[in-house]
């Protein structure tokens, strides 16, 4: 079992759609992180945030906005997504932005239609 | 520019057939190589850390060693459950926001019985 638990296991949107990813840990980590991963591609980073302030944006489209709500939180909003956007998009979190193993979630299969 | 490499990209053993799959890496500052394992549809998996030239690592049949420019995944007597995608990633580099994780692309390992 898995300790980084994603929210929506799968989703379906339209180009329209406003829809929000969520993910939750409970191991008392202070990074957290949303990574992309296409088929058969390695995980690509997108945000980090580290003791809930966002510490890292690798040049995501603004149609991807972040929120750490707090130190468990973490949520993905989407907005205007494109199809190219649809991947599995995995959140993470380890003891700290310095040191530590990542510790991800199952993820959140995006389709965007 | 930080870079993780793997190979080869696919590798296909009889089980038992003992292999080993390759990390070379270039990072400014090297913060940690870590080994993860992921299967079709899943998050990946912590298995090893490594910090140092040197460093050795070991959980059931797999041992990963360190260098100084790669790392290795030994994986001893192979069984068709090891069948997995082995992801490399390295944290460190120069960034104002702080250290990132990086993945190279992923050794996809077939075990026949």
């Known amino acids: 079992d898995t300790e980084v638990t994603q929210t929506p296991k799968h989703l379906v949107m339209g180009m329209t759609n406003k829809k929000s990813l969520k993910c939750e840990q409970h191991?008392?980590?202070?990074?957290m992180y949303w990574y992309k991963q296409k088929a058969k591609k390695p995980p690509e980073l997108m945000f980090v945030?580290?003791?809930?302030?966002?510490?890292i944006n690798e040049s995501v489209p603004s149609r991807f906005s972040p929120e750490c709500p707090n130190s468990s939180l973490l949520n993905l909003h989407l907005h205007a997504l494109q199809p190219e956007d649809s991947a599995l998009y995995l959140c993470?979190?380890?003891?700290?932005?310095?040191?530590?193993?990542?510790?991800f979630g199952e993820g959140s299969r995006l389709t965007v239609l | 520019e930080d870079q993780v490499t793997q190979s080869p990209e696919a590798l296909r053993l009889q089980e038992g057939e003992s292999s080993s799959l390759n990390c070379s890496y270039t990072?400014?500052?090297?913060?940690?190589l870590f080994w993860y394992r992921q299967d079709p549809g899943k998050g990946p998996e912590f298995l090893f850390t490594?910090?140092?030239a040197g460093e050795e690592k070991e959980k059931e049949r797999l041992k990963a060693t360190l260098t100084k420019k790669e790392s290795f995944l030994h994986i001893t007597a192979p069984k068709p459950e090891d069948s997995a995608t082995y992801l490399c990633a390295v944290r460190g580099g120069q960034n104002t926001g702080g250290f990132k994780t990086i993945f190279g692309a992923g050794t996809r390992l077939f075990v026949k019985a």
């Open positions: 990072v400014s500052g090297l913060r940690g």
């Open positions: 191991m008392g980590h202070r990074a």
């Open positions: 993470a979190s380890s003891q700290d932005q310095d040191f530590g193993e990542l510790f």
């Open positions: 490594l910090y140092s």
């Open positions: 945030y580290s003791y809930e302030k966002l510490s």
